[in-house]
């Protein structure tokens, strides 16, 4: 049975990462995923299973394609970290001589970096805004610019759930001249040949697989207390702005530009554009050396104010830490809520990208991805 229903193909040498995609299904729930690992460059892994929708019919292919949440926030980072290769942006100016409105409220010393690190203390947003907001832009960044922190900046580091785009977002509109949208499709996506996009053209609609909530654990872990707990820190910064949950599955959010959390896009994709980061890819080679070892020096780390527990980054990428540990030393990239996630890692010389529709509780390591990432290293 799990044989009719996994497409694609592994190199010899490395079935054993085949047998455990086939096994996350049996044991760990997938209903539709897809993963992908490049070796030096080369493609090694393509691997797709399952169906679109939870009891459908259509195939889950390696075309499927899939939000990614934010895994999203990766690809973002590369963009950035190429505009500041180009000599563009310097992500230890001052935010303000990019944005000058964004000083309000004693917030004129904060650099760039701190944007990227989760440590400007602007994790949720004061202001009452919803998804027309979020579809036009403009209001989200004129509220971000006008907000007192959160904390002092700098003195700790929370998860910027949705605004970490946003702030992002604006510094490298104001120094490029385009949307992060439109810099990641003419530099990442056109360049590599990939389907990945932040603001979803409607033709392509079609073939996005639904997200999945995940099934809850009884009892509630620690996280789910926080993010449910409308005082608490966890609570507001998932849920500012407010979007409907039934809007996360809608054309119009996936039309909207939400850089830290609605790229869309295949693990062909995201394995591709990390391959391309640590090397070069049909001549294509996004980060230099030096610029990558900046990029994943670490700017923050331990009890993430957000999350509840420890976190780990460098500037806007995860770094390993024990509930999204990658494989270890050497690794960079960065998880989507509820499973998928993208990354590459430099002393290996691999990269990974792995796309579902069901997602699990944020509250611990994945199994599946860990099982994936386990069963390849065994082969090396």
């Not at 079935?15 to 996350?24: C, L, S």
């Not at 789910?224 to 608490?232: G, M």
């Not at 820190?233 to 998932?238: E, G, H, K, Q, V």
């Not at 509840?308 to 024990?322: A, I, R, S, V």
Request: charged share 20%; hydrophobic share 40%; glycine share 12%.
């Amino acid at each position: 049975m799990i044989e009719t229903r996994i497409h694609g193909s592994v190199e010899a040498g490395f079935e054993p990462v085949q047998d455990a995609f086939a096994a996350n299904f049996e044991r760990f729930g997938e209903v539709g995923a897809a993963c992908c690992i490049h070796l030096h460059g080369r493609r090694v892994v393509d691997l797709a299973g399952g169906v679109t929708t939870l009891g459908g019919t259509e195939p889950y292919t390696p075309e499927t394609l899939q939000m990614v949440w934010s895994s999203t926030k990766g690809v973002v980072a590369i963009a950035a970290h190429m505009l500041a290769q180009e000599g563009r942006l310097d992500f230890d100016a001052p935010v303000i001589e990019y944005w000058p409105e964004f000083g309000a409220e004693g917030k004129r010393e904060i650099p760039v970096r701190w944007l990227f690190s989760h440590k400007s203390g602007l994790a949720a947003i004061d202001q009452a805004l919803g998804l027309e907001d979020v579809i036009a832009w403009t209001p989200v960044v004129d509220a971000l610019a006008v907000q007192r922190p959160l904390w002092q900046p700098g003195t700790a580091h929370g998860y910027h759930t949705f605004t970490y785009g946003w702030l992002a977002g604006e510094v490298m509109r104001r120094v490029s001249g385009v949307s992060v949208g439109q810099l990641v499709a003419d530099r990442i996506a056109k360049p590599l040949g990939i389907e990945f996009w932040i603001g979803l053209p409607e033709e392509l609609n079609d073939r996005v697989a639904p997200v999945l909530p995940p099934i809850p654990n009884d009892p509630p872990d620690p996280f789910v207390v926080r993010a449910t707990d409308p005082t608490s820190l966890t609570y507001r910064s998932f849920t500012s702005p407010a979007i409907p949950p039934a809007a996360f599955n809608e054309y119009l959010f996936r039309s909207a530009e939400v850089p830290a959390g609605n790229g869309i896009g295949t693990a062909r994709a995201l394995s591709r554009i990390y391959a391309a980061c640590i090397g070069e890819m049909d001549g294509v080679r996004l980060l230099d050396p030096a610029t990558l070892d900046q990029a994943t020096q670490t700017q923050a780390r331990g009890e993430d104010l957000v999350m509840g527990f420890e976190t780990h980054y460098g500037t806007g990428f995860q770094l390993p830490f024990p509930f999204r540990p990658m494989a270890g030393k050497g690794s960079f990239g960065h998880h989507g809520s509820g499973g998928s996630v993208g990354f590459a890692n430099q002393e290996l010389g691999f990269s990974f990208g792995y796309v579902m529709n069901q997602m699990r509780p944020v509250y611990g390591a994945d199994p599946r991805t860990s099982n994936l990432i386990n069963a390849f290293l065994s082969c090396l």
